[in-house]
């Protein structure tokens, strides 16, 4: 997308010369020369309004030698040529101190109480550009409060200024449009349609550019104030985006979390898993090490479970490592030293979902060292998504795509169904059945050099269709990334967490019946054979687990050992993008070390021992082949093929907790054929190879012959309650 090429007006503000580019704001080139304009309803990242007119400004020449003849809102007039801008003479002095005058007749004086208090433009602004006392004698305006616009999103009405910052974000950024201004003239106030509440992924954000304290969060609200607060910048950890964060904490409890400011990254904006999704912190946390004695688990000192891990690992012949997708940089590192130079075991995979032999090379050669920007998507011509829904799964991404579609970015989706994230990026969707990628790559038309390929880790269940990616970035010279769903995914993949020479990968690891294995943040029911995953961890003579909480991992382990999560340590995520996001220690806890530290425990124990043993691991494991057959054979031709993808807000397990967070779920449906549908009805039952589940349905545009279902809304999940990776399913009407 080239841009015309812009050139520079001069123009005087306050007396002072000030050279910007054609097209600035006013209130912009004020904030260039340091001269300080008050505002409320505008907003660097939305599109100008006018709506709150605290911004007036006096302008005695609009560069053409006539002025404007009343003061005139700078965060809509665009500068010109020679034009001449008054910020602070009487004219315009008298009009901000008239605005917020106005602003002030009906506002309540209730900042003691106000969540917004110590943190409030309207405070701030009403020292700094008010009057000192009011001529308002009648009685302030009160409504009933507060309006639940959302199960997270509360609103105050009478504290409202009607700048249209929540509303225009939410058409704008996330293209969620469900809350807007109601009534009119004096009475206009913002508002829901009736029984629909505010359904956004992203609609915490309206909290935070409130600039009044009219949009509380229902998690924060009467909870503290800003001056309790101890503030620190961090990154979220529940998707591989890295955005910024910031973590307002209070005597070593969260209290809120807020976006940090990262142009480069997530701009202002981060999605409600990021904002409210902390409470697994402190839920359910273990709180000592734990060792296995006459078939119970026990609580046990560090130096004592450390010890019996390594003894056991130690005495182990085979043994197999599971680290997770949850690590930071180090702890992937650690845990890369600790299988190939501690325990000597070349079975290492970070992969905890259904993966494939392909996968593994195409991170090998494609992905590890690689960087595609989100700076490059801005500059694309075209971008292609394949077995990526960003919406559900890349929050970051898909803002940022979506604000490249609105500035002319063309975006084509390979997916099986046309779903509502697809049509908000804009995106020309090509139906594609689970499993046909590849075919269908080979035909996506307009790529170029100057075109970016996205690839999500669902690609996996598909055969060749990573490199039918690859062939399709080596023959237009696209750029290729990435996107996994995970934090710690890429990191894992740069510190080569991944099977080594004759090593086995996550899903034959489980089939192999190896002597031992150390599992750390797995949740078995997000992997390809659940069953078999904890059959493998009943049937295996020694398990170590490194965990936050108690899982069904930790239940059948020899060894427990608590981590800390991610605000109890220092680290670096890496992004999708390959960039490295470093964040430093929220809370100082005794005893919560990270992995890589538990780990370096456990090596130091095993120097003790000096363990030879472990010598054994490279001899050969005996295993069934692991190229996911169930995606090529599938075990009913007659059924659909299955799709699946997980939502944003589901039933994972770093989301539990969060009461307010899931009640903002999206209701989750199967999706089935319009024809189909209207034959059934609105509720089927789905059965697959591993079980059978009734749902509602609902039509939608899909590929020929599949249906489609969330992968983790319903029981345990699609892989331990439905049908394994790649098979198909049958449907009937309940």
Not at 323 to 339: I, V
Not at 401 to 430: D, F, P, Q, W
Not at 478 to 502: F, Q, S
Request: aromatic share 6%; with cysteine.
């Amino acid at each position: 997308m080239g841009g015309v090429e812009m050139s520079d007006v001069t123009l005087k503000i306050d007396g002072s010369d000030v050279t910007v580019p054609e097209g600035t704001l006013v209130i912009r080139a004020a904030e260039v020369a340091g001269i300080e304009i008050p505002r409320f309803c505008d907003h660097p990242l939305l599109a100008p309004v006018g709506a709150c007119r605290q911004c007036l400004v006096d302008i005695p020449d609009a560069g053409n030698g006539r002025g404007f003849p009343k003061p005139q809102a700078s965060c809509t007039i665009p500068v010109a040529e020679g034009m001449v801008v008054e910020t602070q003479n009487s004219t315009a002095v008298k009009a901000q101190h008239g605005i917020m005058e106005f602003l002030l007749v009906n506002h309540p004086l209730d900042c003691p109480v106000c969540d917004k208090g110590g943190e409030c433009p309207l405070q701030n602004q009403a020292m700094s550009h008010g009057q000192s006392e009011t001529r308002f004698e009648g009685t302030k305006r009160t409504f009933p409060k507060p309006i639940n616009l959302s199960p997270n999103v509360l609103l105050d009405r009478e504290r409202c200024i009607v700048c249209q910052r929540c509303t225009r974000f939410a058409a704008e950024i996330p293209g969620d449009p469900g809350i807007s201004l109601i009534q009119r003239g004096a009475q206009q106030q913002i508002g829901i349609a009736d029984d629909k509440p505010f359904s956004s992924y992203f609609s915490g954000n309206v909290i935070q550019i409130c600039p009044v304290g009219a949009l509380t969060s229902d998690d924060y609200r009467f909870r503290a104030r800003p001056f309790d607060l101890v503030s620190t910048p961090s990154v979220a950890e529940h998707d591989a985006c890295g955005a910024a964060i910031r973590i307002d904490h209070r005597r070593g409890k969260v209290m809120r979390r807020l976006a940090g400011n990262d142009p480069e990254v997530n701009e202002e904006w981060i999605s409600d898993k990021d904002r409210f999704g902390f409470r697994y912190a402190v839920r359910d946390r273990l709180t000592s090490p734990m060792v296995r004695e006459d078939g119970e688990l026990r609580p046990a000192s560090w130096l004592e479970a450390v010890a019996v891990a390594a003894q056991g690992l130690a005495a182990a012949g085979s043994v197999g490592v599971l680290p997770g997708g949850r690590l930071t940089l180090e702890d992937a590192k650690a845990y890369a030293t600790f299988a190939r130079d501690t325990l000597r075991t070349p079975h290492v995979d970070f992969r905890a979902r259904p993966l494939s032999e392909e996968e593994t090379g195409f991170l090998r050669t494609r992905v590890a060292g690689t960087s595609v920007t989100y700076a490059d998507l801005d500059a694309a011509d075209h971008v292609v998504l394949v077995g990526l829904e960003p919406e559900d799964e890349a929050g970051t991404l898909f803002l940022r795509l979506r604000k490249a579609n609105r500035k002319g970015l063309r975006i084509t989706a390979l997916s099986a169904y046309a779903s509502e994230g697809s049509r908000k990026l804009g995106a020309h969707v090509v139906l594609t059945a689970p499993g046909s990628e590849k075919d269908v790559l080979s035909q996506v038309s307009g790529v170029s050099a100057a075109s970016v390929i996205l690839a999500g880790e669902r690609l996996a269940t598909s055969p060749g269709g990573y490199s039918a990616a690859a062939e399709l970035a080596d023959r237009t010279g696209a750029r290729l990334a990435w996107v996994p769903r995970r934090a710690g995914d890429r990191g894992a993949v740069e510190a080569d967490l991944l099977p080594g020479e004759g090593g086995l990968d996550a899903e034959a690891i489980v089939r192999a019946g190896l002597d031992a294995l150390v599992v750390a943040g797995v949740d078995p029911d997000d992997t390809a054979d659940p069953a078999a995953f904890l059959a493998a961890l009943d049937q295996a003579g020694f398990v170590v687990s490194l965990e936050q909480r108690v899982t069904a991992v930790t239940e059948r382990a020899d060894v427990v050992l608590p981590v800390a999560t991610a605000s109890e340590k220092a680290g670096t995520f890496v992004t999708w993008e390959g960039r490295r996001r470093p964040f430093e220690k929220v809370f100082a806890k005794p005893a919560a070390y990270s992995d890589a530290e538990v780990l370096a425990h456990i090596t130091a124990e095993f120097s003790l021992l000096g363990a030879e043993s472990a010598e054994v691991a490279y001899e050969t494991v005996v295993s069934s082949p692991t190229t996911t057959e169930s995606a090529v054979t599938t075990t009913d031709s007659a059924g659909f093929h299955l799709a699946t993808w997980r939502l944003m807000l589901d039933n994972g397990t770093l989301q539990s907790g969060d009461k307010a967070l899931a009640a903002t779920a999206r209701p989750a449906f199967v999706r089935i054929p319009a024809a189909l549908h209207a034959e059934l009805g609105d509720v089927v039952t789905v059965t697959g190879d591993r079980g059978s589940w009734t749902l509602p349905a609902l039509p939608a545009e899909l590929a020929d012959n599949t249906v489609w279902v969330p992968t983790n809304s319903f029981g345990r999940g699609v892989w331990a309650d439905l049908a394994s990776p790649g098979s198909t399913v049958t449907v009937e009407g309940a």
